[in-house]
């Protein structure tokens, strides 16, 4: 299926850790793409917090999470992670992964693909 399924999300105090995955359905191209990690909190706008080039290796950060989240990748798996440490409650939203673009270093989602999972849920408490 050309889709992707995220995984691995919870209920953690501030301070915490989880990992989630975003594992590639045997459809979807995994090699050579722009794949990042999104997260809507209640209303507001979805922000880009990580991306990955899976042919480089090559990552980018929001500048909220920096230093905190780290993207990575399992060819093997057709998996992408997302390892969360020190986690604050403003982390707490839905998460998502999805093709995306870096225009100027930012992580923004790639509009030709159309379709957003279910995500996984995050939430951190103070």
């Known amino acids: 299926q050309e889709q992707l399924v995220e995984s691995g999300g919870g209920s953690v105090q501030a301070g915490g850790s989880l990992r989630l995955s975003c594992v590639a359905g045997s459809g979807f191209r995994f090699s050579n793409q722009c794949l990042g990690w999104f997260r809507q909190a209640l209303e507001n706008e979805r922000e880009g917090v990580a991306a990955i080039y899976t042919g480089s290796g090559t990552t980018y950060y929001a500048d909220s999470v920096k230093g905190r989240f780290t993207i990575s990748q399992d060819n093997r798996k057709n998996t992408v992670y997302l390892q969360m440490n020190s986690l604050k409650p403003e982390d707490t939203g839905m998460y998502y992964c999805?093709?995306?673009?870096?225009?100027?270093?930012?992580?923004?989602?790639?509009?030709?693909?159309?379709?957003w999972g279910q995500g996984t849920r995050v939430t951190v408490s103070s």
């Open positions: 999805v093709p995306c673009r870096t225009p100027g270093g930012t992580v923004r989602p790639n509009v030709a693909y159309q379709y």
